[in-house]
Nanobody, 130 residues
Framework: QVQLVESGGGLVQAGGSLRLSCTASGHLQSFSSYTMGWFRQAPGKEREFVAVLDWSGKISYSADSVPGRFGISRDNAKNTAYLQINSLKPEDTAVYYC?????????????????????WGQGTQVTVSS
């Protein structure tokens, strides 16, 4: 079993930045072999895709993302994935979840679906005040 723990959320003012972390532990394969995704869920809404960094190093962001507002990265030596969020807006308020997939797809867009992920963290709350 693999455990994912997110951290780094909190209350920030609009225009600020946050870096979320997701650390994996447990019965890991090589961490670099996992595709790591970030999703978020606002109150009353479905969980939505934010970003993914796949097993081959390809990156994809939500089609709604403004270039440069989100940045996904990983440190395989630390078994940790990151999500940088800049220019935060009140509409970014949500619980942010990281997820890990052991599936190997060539098309990175497939990782935009929650169904391909095996493991999920408990989420970290991000609240953006106006």
């Amino acid at each position: 079993q693999v455990q994912l723990v997110e951290s780094g959320g909190g209350l920030v003012q609009a225009g600020g930045s946050l870096r979320l972390s997701c650390t994996a532990s447990g019965h890991l394969q090589s961490f670099s072999s996992y595709t790591m995704g970030w999703f978020r869920q606002a109150p009353g809404k479905e969980r939505e895709f934010v970003a993914v960094l796949d097993w081959s190093g390809k990156i994809s962001y939500s089609a709604d993302s403004v270039p440069g507002r989100f940045g996904i990265s990983r440190d395989n030596a630390k078994n940790t994935a990151y999500l940088q969020i800049n220019s935060l807006k009140p509409e970014d308020t949500a619980v942010y979840y990281c997820a890990a997939s052991t599936a190997y797809y060539v098309d990175v867009s497939i990782y935009g679906s929650t169904r391909v992920y095996n493991y999920w963290g408990q989420g970290t709350q991000v609240t953006v005040s106006s």
